[in-house]
């Protein structure tokens, strides 16, 4: 299925949930490795999960506290392709990164840019920036900003995307891609997508 841009989607911790993102056209299943962050899976798990998808990108999240060399490690074990992390690496990794940054770094074109000077040298693979959104407090000017910004770096939106307003975030800022959110089985092999559903349908080529 071909989507109006790239879709991630993170915390994907059942077989449910990564087979139909993978089949809905998502380009990466995120999987939360580090035990301290809610929902985190192990290894064996990502390990097991990736063996029943093809054409995905494998993503690690990891925290605040993880060290660069455990996270290098869990690249290794689960054949990830990328991480998103929450806090600047203290050491280099050894594949692309996402970012999570505060909205008021990213909107700033001076801390933007500080922010990218400070960051580069440990992220050397590859650098993308994920802004999380609140789109019940993101004014047109707010919007504007995350734009421009857009046109600087490779942005990512998350947070609260919905099949109502997806069409206007792609027409406005023109991310590099979304991150939705996936969700817990009702039961093995039973899981309610009828939210994800509706932002996959609301993303289809016409």
Aim: a negative charge; hydrophobic letters at 50%; one cysteine or more.
């Amino acid at each position: 299925m071909a989507l109006l841009t790239s879709v991630l989607v993170r915390g994907i911790n059942n077989l449910s949930d990564a087979r139909y993102c993978a089949g809905m056209g998502a380009d990466g299943l995120i999987f939360t490795l580090d035990p301290a962050l809610p929902g985190a899976v192990d290894a064996a798990t990502v390990r097991e999960l990736a063996g029943w998808v093809a054409g995905v990108e494998l993503i690690g999240e990891f925290g605040e506290e993880m060290p660069v060399s455990e996270m290098n490690r869990l690249v290794e074990e689960c054949g990830l392709q990328r991480v998103l992390l929450h806090q600047r690496p203290e050491a280099a990794l050894s594949v692309p990164a996402l970012l999570h940054a505060p909205l008021f770094l990213i909107t700033s074109d001076s801390l933007r840019n500080e922010m990218l000077l400070q960051y580069q040298p440990v992220l050397a693979a590859g650098l993308g920036v994920v802004a999380s959104l609140n789109m019940d407090d993101l004014p047109e000017a707010r919007q504007e900003a995350l734009a421009a910004a857009a046109t600087q770096l490779p942005l990512w939106l998350s947070g609260t995307i919905t099949a109502a307003n997806v069409s206007g975030l792609l027409s406005v800022i023109q991310p590099a891609g979304l991150i939705l959110d996936g969700g817990n089985e009702i039961k093995p092999g039973l899981r309610d997508f009828e939210e994800l559903a509706a932002v996959f349908e609301a993303l289809e080529e016409d």
